[in-house]
């Protein structure tokens, strides 16, 4: 089992920063790709980033491209999400995920996931 624990969502202006963690625990950290999605109220939940186990390999969602970074600290066992030029259309709960095969970016193949951290863009 891999436990997921995400932080650092809030509320924030359009046009702001924020920089989410999700901090890992139970198997070795190293071994999982690890995604970031996001569910908004009404909507699927949706693929925002993903980073290959050493972290050389990134994939990303066309929306999010040039505005979120996503990076990794295997010593931490975290994963981060940085997002820039927050727009009123990423609110969203913003939820870290790990997946024991290569880099994807398909939902259903990731093995676990956090809880979730609201993230909110005010306009």
């Known amino acids: 089992q891999v436990q997921l624990v995400e932080s650092g969502g809030g509320l924030v202006q359009a046009g702001d920063s924020l920089r989410l963690s999700c901090a890992a625990s139970?198997?070795?950290?190293?071994?999982?790709?690890m995604g970031w999605f996001r569910q908004a109220p009404g909507k699927e939940r949706e693929f925002v980033a993903a980073?290959?186990?050493?972290?050389?390999?990134?994939s990303y969602a066309d929306s999010m491209k040039g505005r979120f970074t996503i990076s990794r600290d295997n010593a931490k066992n975290t994963v981060y999400l940085q997002m820039n030029s927050l727009k009123p259309e990423d609110t969203a709960v913003y939820y870290c995920?790990?997946?024991?095969?290569?880099?994807?970016?398909?939902?259903?193949?990731?093995?676990?996931w956090g809880q979730g951290t609201q993230v909110t863009v005010s306009s």
């Open positions: 995920a790990a997946d024991s095969a290569r880099i994807t970016t398909k939902r259903a193949t990731y093995d676990y």
């Open positions: 980073i290959s186990r050493t972290g050389r390999t990134t």
């Open positions: 139970g198997r070795t950290f190293s071994d999982y790709t």
